[in-house]
């Protein structure tokens, strides 16, 4: 059974940091896609930070510069660093794996997702 368990969300203050981390199966880890979403109540699930398999990133926008996405290849972990923070980055913020082709292995899913973390910011 595949699964993604986020931990590290909460509250900060504007300016602050925090750490997210996603434990992931270790069957899949190593060849699917990982990446962070977020998403704030009315609006559609967004993309924040993703790593390929081979370790290429990409980030929304909104966030360059300021979060970095990493993975513990040895803790079997991803991570969302998430320095100066804003108040619009309030959100729940979802682990994400992808598998980076059509031709998914037999037994597996093409995207898997964890049950999500609060992260607000906010004085």
């Known amino acids: 059974q595949v699964q993604l368990v986020e931990s590290g969300g909460g509250l900060v203050q504007p300016g602050g940091s925090l750490r997210l981390s996603c434990a992931v199966s270790?069957?899949?880890?190593?060849?699917?896609?990982m990446g962070w979403y977020r998403q704030t109540p009315g609006k559609q699930r967004e993309l924040v930070a993703a790593?390929?398999?081979?370790?290429?990133?990409n980030y929304a926008d909104s966030v360059k510069g300021r979060f970095t996405i990493s993975r513990d290849n040895a803790k079997n972990t991803v991570y969302l660093q998430m320095n100066s923070l804003k108040p619009e980055d309030t959100a729940v913020y979802y682990c994400?794996?992808?598998?980076?082709?059509?031709?998914?292995?037999?037994?597996?899913?093409?995207?898997?997702w964890g049950q999500g973390t609060q992260v607000t910011v906010s004085l």
């Open positions: 994400n794996a992808d598998y980076p082709s059509m031709e998914i292995p037999l037994g597996y899913e093409y995207s898997y």
């Open positions: 270790r069957s899949i880890f190593a060849i699917y896609a």
């Open positions: 790593m390929a398999p081979g370790g290429k990133t």
